[in-house]
Structure formats: structure tokens, C-alpha cells
């Protein structure tokens, strides 16, 4: 055998299994005998707004027969272009949506977000305190998520000219905004950015779109509708496994914390303990069904993506959203022990 002939092979060889290592670490691995794998895909890194995720599939998931693979995600990182039959993922539900009306065979099954906490903050030395004070002031949009829509939502509800606001493009990164370098109004999640602006110690007001009439929707749980069809029972395992993940975290906080440190250690952990506390009611408010949302009530929401041609079709509510398992699991579900 030649030395060009065993380069060859010992190229090929490497190539194969290379390819198989790659391979099992793509599959869903399910490290509890006998249960069922899958997977989460995250539409960021691990905080603690992803909380019950964690606590489910730590505490809960073997309960119901499942393992579930958590997906962290980041700048780039899409669920909605990951997720396969028998995945699931979370995103907000406009991207779901806009995702939907490209062509993309997926659908809502849970809301982990009823409503949406996107808001604005301003300054208090800037003396804005309501959508008519943007007139004349430098408004920042983030270049990606639903805050941009929420917006234009707000001003339309609000009467705003937005002829006479500096609409400017910034980042998450709310320390040019604390300068006033950039902009007089940064656009955050009412739970998260306000802790950052206390912890400093500095004075601001917020203008809540809820208060204007302004209903979206948040982060919400989905799947492809053939995981919905053809395999039903790992949909609703995965949902009574976020079920008991989020209610845990409601009625006791610092387990979840524990849990989100043990996943993610170099975790601020003073500061999601508190974004915690202020963001939970979103996700467990109280006489709210976990998960359950009404569908009368995203008409809104799709409207305002038609309007701003953000997506092309008028979509029907079931185009969106399929709430059945979710409501066979609460018609068979015990209390959580």
C-alpha cells in the first residue's frame, strides 16, 4: 500500500468519524433511562426569564416520560430555523408570526408572555413622561424584535407625530442612553433594564404601551404542526413539564435561582434574583391559566403586522396558534405536589 493510498484512507477515516461526532452531538441525547428525548431551543442565553425552562427540565421532565436538551441561544441564533420534528422552541410571537407567514409549517402551543413587556424609558431630567413627549426628542428602536412595532403601535394610539421624532437605531446596551449620547428614549423590558437604572441609582420615567391600548404578545412556546399531529403525547408531556417548571417558580424563586446557577454559573445572580421578582407575574400572572391565552385577544397584534406590512397575508387566529394539547393537559392535570 502507498503512502498516498494510506493518506487517503486515514483522510477518509478522519472525515467519517468527525462527521459522527458531529452528528451525536446534534441528536437530542436523553441521559434518563427510558424517557423520550428532545429539545428546547432558547432565543437567548441563559437568564433567569428562562427560568421555568430550567426548572422543567431539571426537576419535571422525567415526571412525564421526557427528557428535554436545552438550547441556549445568542445575536444570530434562531429557533425558528432550528426547530425540527419533535423540537421545540421559544421566540417572541411576532417573529412566530412573521415566520408563519413565510411559509414556515410551525405553530404557537403555549405563551409563556400573555402580555408583552416591552416599554420606553426616559431620563427624568429629560421631562418625558408620556408618548407626547417624544415630539422633538431622540427615540431609540432596536434594530430587531417587536419594540420597533410596539412603537409605531403607541404612536398611533397615542396621536404622536412621529414626523417630529428623531427615530434613531440603538443597541440593548442602555449606557450611551444613561449618557444621553445617543438618544432621550431607550426602549426596554419593564422587568430587566429598570434594575440596571436602580442599582445606580438613577431617576427615570417609563411610558408602558399597555397603558395606551398596546396588547402584543411575548415569548411563546411552539413546535412544527407535524410534532402536533403525529406525535401528541410528547407535545402535551413537554407542556405539563412547563407547567410545573413555571409554577414551582412562582411558589418558590430561589430554587429557581439555585437552578439557573447551577446551568449557568458565572450568572449575576443579586441581579436576576430581582429581575426575577419583577418579571415573574408575566409568566405566571395571577388568575391567569400558565400558558393559556385567549385567542380573542391577538387580533391586535396581527393587525399591526399587517399594517406595517410586516407580514403579507391576513392570517386566521388557527394559522397561528393551537392551544388544543395545552387544554387536554389542563383537563386531565393534578395539582402540582
Known sequence: MTRRTKIKIFSATLVVVSFGVWLFEKLPRSP???TTATRLYLNWIFTATFSGDIVAAGQYAKKYGISIQLEPGG????????????????ASADEIIRAIDKGVDVRIIGVAQDQHPAAFAALASS??????DFEGKRVGLLGFGATGLIYAALCKNAGVDRSKVTEVVVSPDIRPFIAGKVNDVQPIFIYDEPVTLDEQHIKYSIVDPRDYGVHFKGQAYFTTTSTIHNNPNLVRNFLSAELDGWTKVASDPESAIAALHKIAPSADLKRERELLKRGIVFFVPKGHQVLMSDPQTWG???RTLRDTNSISQDLGIDQVLDLEPLKQVYASRKPLS
Open 127 to 132: 421631562g418625558i413622561s408620556k408618548p407626547k
Open 32 to 34: 434518563v433511562p427510558g
Open 75 to 90: 445575536e444570530g441564533s434562531d429557533p425558528l430555523k432550528l426547530v425540527r420534528n419533535n423540537d421545540f422552541g421559544v
Open 300 to 302: 391586535d397584534m396581527i
